[in-house]
Structure formats: structure tokens, C-alpha cells
């Protein structure tokens, strides 16, 4: 066993002398002067007790099902008599609903999806969605209500009509979150419009007793046993937050998800239970080896996961100049990976059904030996399980850190500096002192990021200075003579400085308001261009103010490698029947900038004048811009460039001709062949994706180029010890041969 394999389990051995599990689950529902110190300190909010997430409670929910038995007659309720349910909830209360959604679906076709549903051994298929399409509201942008309400007008022919057919859920614990307290208020003021009964059309999940439970809406608690110990980002799998849009959407299959949760998560001895291993192995990952950076690659039937996790484990553990990273949805090969001794990166996958996700990485992360763990499931109903497995993982991780984490202060800063904006009299607008770079209608607003104190305004001039004149830049695809006060001169020029005066880890791009498809493609490209692929550093890219209730508390409190830049449209798509307050988006944005700035955090705000659809050609171009000067000052390499490689490079790799000698299907993989081929002097067995262009019988015999001092890949369980070379175009591949029978073994110059 080596060193990091001890370090693991000797983390493991402390959980198991300190009873971990056993204190976790015996502080369910008692005061902090009953808990075990250790356990009042990092599971209390204060005095408030937020452990009711634990198995216990799960275990509570099993033996009194009834409950379930009641939630499940308020889903077939709706679903008798709505069209659409609206969620309006932030942080947990959205996340959780749209995973469901999105791994459930709403009676659309989706062979993976519905393979993956398949009804466990003894049981009959059945339909998984009951045909009420879910949306999970969870922004103030007033063009998220827009698209919802033209959504289902465009169905039913008219507004009024599809209202009738609409529940709106309001979902808040507290009773006073301000988006869904703005939401609820939004659509009271609709249906009293449109002269529809508001008490039938509204329901609230909330906490007995919170300002939302006025008694005039059919109110559920958010706990199923009337408590009110458990915290937003912990509610799933056993509350409503979690339970009832998956009781609409997956009707009975919710006592399979809660009992598989349970099977997943009480295995009893703790050496044996992945989740602990898996916080144990993170705690190890970051605070022995520094690498504080989670990777997590999904399958589709389970690619909202991250979105989850993210809030969970950042807003967790973002503390004390601590935390952990969660990245997904990157573009990645090995080409934007950093060499494994430079890598601060944790690679963590989950595979389901059988099937590995994402092979071909993963086998070359595992061949080079960056870290990675990896977890199985069976099937889609392993969702609760996974999810209640990733809270006790952070829960590890945050007893071996010695970190409360069940609260977020941060978080509330944002919300309060959000606050300070909105009762500024008039309309929300930057603050006159923050100063501002402009090109056409988009302004770069970077004196908040001379706030942290990295650089001064002084030494910004000299590097832009630097970098335009000396040398000037040439024209071409990135070149071209720049304004050296412009905004993009500005932003390549602060890049260039965080690299060089500080550990810069991290990007966050966050856009405040919904993003039209192009708009995000821009951000996606700017993304991988310059911090992906350019500097090889992982990248964030979301929607505010959701993502504020995701990884804020992280970015603020938690470890200082963070650069943030935050757009903002000046104007904003209304809904035609009644307008959402815009104020509040942008308090938002400003106040999270604000927040920052309280805290000696690196960000800047871009705005445009028009709508993020006005803004998408000056959006480009100043990314375009941004990247020119990069590469032109050698700080970063065009994407073209970065992939070429050098004669020397080249050179490493050693070519010869073989015989195929046989040919075999691969038993994991429909596209696949197992070749064993002759070298001459050795034999060897490679892995080759053309089954789908060539039968075994017009294989045997034949002689093949082959790369054969590449390290072995497993692929799709069966280990290949060399490359093909092979052409391909739209008519199919073509196996590259030498002109005529050479000797096997020979060399390709």
C-alpha cells in the first residue's frame, strides 16, 4: 500500500475511533448542549441544530411512511389537476427541483435516459413522468418569468388558459429569501389579474410558523417530520424540497429511491463505506497535497449532479481561508490538463449501469497517476443515495477540517450588501466611483479589483504599457494596433499581473440574468480559449444570482485564488402581462461585487448598454481582443499554436508496421475490435474503434501502421498496448498500409 493509500485510511481510522457516524446521527434532533462538542461545533448554526438531514432522519421516514403515503396524494393531486408546476426557490430549493427534472423528465423520449429507468429485477416497467412539465425558477432576471409564461401561452392558446393549468410552488425556509418571496409576490399579482383563485393556483413549502405560512395557501412544511433542523443545501433526499417534485415526477418510484439511499448509505463498517473514503481521500487531497480542486465527470442520465454538489460542497466548506473546488462541464482532454506534477486537480467520476464515464480521460489520468476515485451505481434510482453520500462525505471533510458546515456567512454578506443597494432611492445603477474602461456599449468596470490591494492603478499603466508598445502588435486574426485605456487592453493587462503577482488557481464567469444560447457559446469560447486550454487553469461559467447561492461563500471566504468577472445587461426583457421589478437583478450583481470588495477578493463587472442579445457582437470582440494581446505578449499560446507540436515531440513516437493476426469483437463495446498483431519480434494486442468500417475476415492478414511506445490504455476494460493509424471522411475509416508487404517490426520514417 503506498503513502497516499495510509494517509487515506489512517483519516478512515480516525473517523472510525472518534465514531463519526455514531455522533452524526445521535446529534439528530438534540440540542447543542446534548451534541458531542465536536459535533455542536461544526453541525450547529449557532444554537440551531441542522443535523436533521442524516440517515436517522431517513431511517425516521421509512418507519412511518405514511407520510410518503400523504406526500404521494398531494403529487397525484396536482397531477390530476395541473399542467405546470413552478418551483420559484434558490440555492437547494432550485437545484434540487431541477435535477430531478432534468434526470426524470417530463414524458419526453430518451432511449439512455429510460434504458437507465428500467424497474429493478422482479418488477414491471412502468412510465416514469406523469406529464407535468416542471420549471424550476430560480433567478430575478424578469426574462426567465418571460420565457415560462410564453412557453405555456404558445401551448394553450392564452395566457388565462394556461394559467388555469399552472401551480406555482414557493419554496423557502426561512419565509423571507427575497427572489422567492419576490416570485410568490409576482405571480399573486398575476392570477389576480387574470381573475384566477389565487389559493388554489399557490402553494408554499415552508417552515411552520415562517412569515410565508400566513394560512392563505395550502402550506407544506419543508420536513416531513415537522421539524425545522435541516439546512438548505442538505434537504435532499428527505424532504419536500426534494420529495415532491419527484413524487410528481416519478410517482410511485419514490419508496425505491429512498430505500436504495438507505442500503447506500448504512454499510456499517466504516472501512467499508465509499462515502467516508471519498471525504477522507478529498480531506487528504487538499490539505496534505494541496490539490483542493474537484473534477467530476457524469454520466447524462446524471449530468445535474455537479450543478448540486457545487452549493453543497463549496458553501460547506468555504471557510477560514479553506474549501474545496467543484469544476464540471469543462472542455478536457489531456492537452488542457497541466503535467501530473504540477496538477491541483482531484478527478472524481460516477459510472451507472455499468458503463465508465468518460473512458478514453479517464484512462489516461489513471495511466499517468493523477488522482481520481470513482463510484458505481446500478441505476437512476441510486439518486437519493448519491446525494445523501456526497452531504456525509462533506460532513467528513468538514469534521477532519474542524469546520462548521452547515452555515454561510458569506453568503449572508452578499445578501446584505444585495440589501444596501435596493433601498438606495431611484434606480439601481453601478456606483458613480467605480471606474470604467468603454468600447461601443460595453464597460469594463476594474477599479474594484484595485480594492484587493494585488496591484496599483500605477502599476496596471506599466504592464499595458508593456504589453501594447513594447513590441506593438501586428496585424492579423489576433493582432492589430490597440487603445491602451480600452477595455480589452485593460483586462489582458490585469491577467497578466495576477500571474505574475499572485497564486492565480481559479476564473469564476458569471453572467447576472439568463443567457440567450449565443451569448453563452461566446463565454464558453472565451472560457476555453483563454483559461482552459490558454492557461490551464479551470473555469466556472454561470447565471446570477443562482450561482451566488452555489459557490459565493467559497469565492469569499474560502481560499484566495480567484479571479471573478461579472456581467451585467442595462436592460432587461419584460413579461408582456406584468413587469418584474429589474432592480433587484442588479442589485444583485452590484451588491455581490460590493460584497467582494468588503473582502479583498479580485473581481471586475462588465456591463452593456442594451439587452445580453444587443451585446453579443461587442462581447466577441472584446474577447477576440483579450486573447490577441495574450498572445501576442507570449503569455498565453493561440489555440491553433497549442496544438501543433515540435520535430523533437514528433520524434518520440516510434511507428512500425505489423500483422493483424487476429480479430475479435470488444466484449465491452459495440464499436470496438481486439487485434492481437505480430511486430515481428513481440506480439501485442491493441484496441481499435473500427468495427463499423471493416469485418474480422477483411482484417486478418492484413499489415497496419502502428504507434508502439505509447504507455497502456485500459479501454472499456481490455487493455491496449498501441495505436492505430488510420484516415477517415465522411464515407467512413481507412486503415493506413504500406505500399507493398514489408517485413513485420519495420520502421515508418
Known amino acids: 500500500m503506498d503513502a497516499k493509500n495510509n494517509k487515506v485510511e489512517a483519516y478512515l481510522s480516525r473517523l472510525e475511533k472518534e465514531n463519526f457516524n455514531q455522533q452524526l446521527n445521535a446529534a439528530y434532533g438534540i440540542s447543542k448542549e446534548q451534541a458531542n462538542p465536536k459535533i455542536a461545533k461544526i453541525g450547529f448554526d449557532g444554537k440551531e441544530n441542522r443535523l436533521g438531514w442524516t440517515l436517522a432522519n431517513l431511517n425516521w421516514i421509512l418507519e412511518n411512511y405514511q407520510v410518503v403515503e400523504s406526500l404521494l396524494q398531494d403529487a397525484r393531486e396536482i397531477c390530476e389537476s395541473f399542467k405546470y408546476a413552478v418551483f420559484c426557490g434558490m440555492g437547494g430549493s432550485g437545484l434540487t427541483v431541477q435535477l430531478v427534472k432534468d434526470t426524470f423528465g417530463e414524458g419526453k423520449v430518451n432511449p439512455v435516459r429510460d434504458k437507465a429507468l428500467e424497474a429493478p429485477e422482479g418488477c414491471l416497467r412502468q412510465p416514469i413522468s406523469n406529464g407535468v412539465k416542471i420549471y424550476s425558477l430560480r433567478t430575478t432576471d424578469p426574462k426567465a418569468i418571460k420565457d415560462i409564461l410564453e412557453e405555456i401561452t404558445a401551448i394553450e392558446g392564452s395566457l388565462e388558459k394556461a394559467l388555469e393549468k399552472t401551480l406555482v410552488i414557493a419554496v423557502s425556509k426561512s419565509g423571507i429569501t427575497i427572489e422567492t418571496v419576490s416570485h410568490k409576490k409576482y405571480f399573486e399579482e398575476l392570477y389576480k389579474k387574470s381573475g384566477i383563485d389565487i389559493k388554489k393556483h399557490l402553494w408554499v413549502v415552508t417552515d411552520k410558523g415562517s412569515p410565508m405560512d400566513t394560512g392563505d395557501y395550502q402550506q407544506k412544511e419543508i420536513q416531513l417530520n415537522g421539524k425545522g433542523d435541516i439546512g438548505g443545501r442538505f434537504t435532499a433526499p428527505a424532504t419536500n424540497i426534494f420529495l415532491l417534485p419527484l413524487a410528481i415526477a416519478a410517482g410511485e418510484k419514490v419508496r425505491i429511491i429512498l430505500d436504495t439511499a438507505k442500503a447506500m448509505n448504512d454499510a456499517g463498517d466504516i472501512q467499508q463505506d465509499i462515502f467516508l473514503k471519498l471525504g477522507a481521500y478529498l480531506y487528504y487531497m487538499a490539505s496534505d497535497e494541496g490539490k483542493d480542486k474537484l473534477i467530476m465527470l457524469m454520466p447524462d442520465e446524471l449530468k445535474d449532479i455537479p450543478m448540486w454538489a457545487e452549493q453543497l460542497i463549496e458553501e460547506s466548506l468555504g471557510k477560514d481561508g479553506k474549501g474545496l473546488s467543484l469544476f464540471y462541464a469543462e472542455k478536457l482532454s489531456p492537452r488542457e490538463l497541466k503535467p501530473v506534477s504540477q496538477n491541483d486537480r482531484v478527478f472524481f467520476r460516477i459510472n451507472i449501469g455499468g458503463r465508465k464515464t468518460s473512458p478514453e480521460l479517464w484512462n489516461y489520468l489513471a495511466v499517468n497517476k493523477y488522482p481520481v476515485f470513482e463510484i458505481d451505481l446500478k441505476d437512476i434510482y441510486s439518486i437519493g443515495g448519491i446525494m445523501l453520500g456526497l452531504q456525509r462525505a462533506v460532513a467528513a471533510v468538514g469534521y477532519l477540517w474542524d469546520i462548521c458546515f452547515v452555515d454561510q456567512p458569506a453568503v449572508e454578506g452578499y445578501k446584505k450588501a444585495t440589501k444596501e443597494v435596493m433601498q438606495t432611492p431611484g434606480e439601481v445603477k453601478v456606483p458613480a466611483q467605480w471606474r470604467f474602461a468603454a468600447f461601443k456599449g460595453l464597460k469594463l468596470y476594474y477599479s474594484p479589483l484595485l480594492e484587493s490591494g494585488v496591484f496599483s492603478d500605477s502599476q496596471l499603466r506599466e504592464e499595458i504599457k508593456k504589453m501594447i508598445i513594447n513590441p506593438p502588435l501586428t496585424k492579423g486574426r489576433w493582432g492589430g494596433v490597440r487603445n491602451p485605456d480600452g477595455p480589452a487592453e485593460i483586462y489582458a493587462a490585469i491577467i497578466s499581473l495576477l500571474i505574475q503577482k499572485t497564486k492565480l488557481e481559479a476564473i469564476e464567469l458569471t453572467s447576472y440574468g439568463k443567457m440567450p444560447p449565443a451569448f453563452k457559446n461566446i463565454l464558453e469560447e472565451a472560457r476555453y480559449n483563454l483559461f482552459t486550454q490558454g492557461l490551464k487553469l479551470p473555469a466556472k461559467l454561470g ?19 480567484w479571479f471573478s468577472t461579472y456581467f451585467l445587461a442595462d436592460k432587461i426583457e419584460q413579461p408582456k402581462a406584468l413587469e418584474f421589478d429589474p432592480n433587484l437583478l442588479k442589485a444583485q450583481a452590484i451588491g455581490t461585487v460590493q460584497s467582494l470588495i468588503n473582502n ?11 439587452t445580453a442579445q444587443d451585446a453579443q457582437g461587442e462581447l466577441k470582440e472584446f474577447w477576440d481582443k483579450v486573447l490577441g494581446i495574450l498572445i501576442a505578449a507570449k503569455i498565453i499560446k493561440s489555440p491553433e499554436a497549442s496544438q501543433m507540436v515540435t520535430y523533437d515531440e514528433f520524434r518520440k513516437l516510434e511507428i512500425k508496421v505489423a500483422r493483424i493476426q487476429e480479430v475479435s469483437p470488444h466484449p465491452n463495446a459495440d464499436r470496438l475490435y481486439v487485434l492481437k498483431i505480430d511486430l ?3 506480439q501485442r494486442q ?4 473500427i468495427r463499423a468500417s471493416y469485418k474480422p475476415e477483411e482484417l486478418v492478414g492484413k499489415q497496419i501502421a502502428v504507434i508502439v511506445n505509447l504507455e497502456p490504455a485500459v479501454i472499456r476494460g481490455v487493455e491496449s498496448q498501441g495505436m492505430l493509424l488510420a484516415a477517415s471522411d465522411d464515407t467512413g475509416i481507412a486503415i493506413l498500409t504500406p505500399q507493398r508487404e514489408v517485413k513485420p517490426g519495420s520502421v515508418v520514417k
Not at 447565471?543 to 485564488?561: T, V
Open 680 to 682: 515481428g519480434d513481440s
Open 686 to 689: 491493441i484496441v481499435a474503434g
Open 543 to 561: 447565471e446570477g444570482p443562482d450561482k451566488n447561492h452555489s459557490y459565493h461563500q467559497n469565492i469569499e471566504a474560502g481560499k484566495d485564488m
Open 600 to 610: 479583498k477578493r479580485k473581481v471586475v463587472l462588465i456591463t452593456f448598454d442594451g
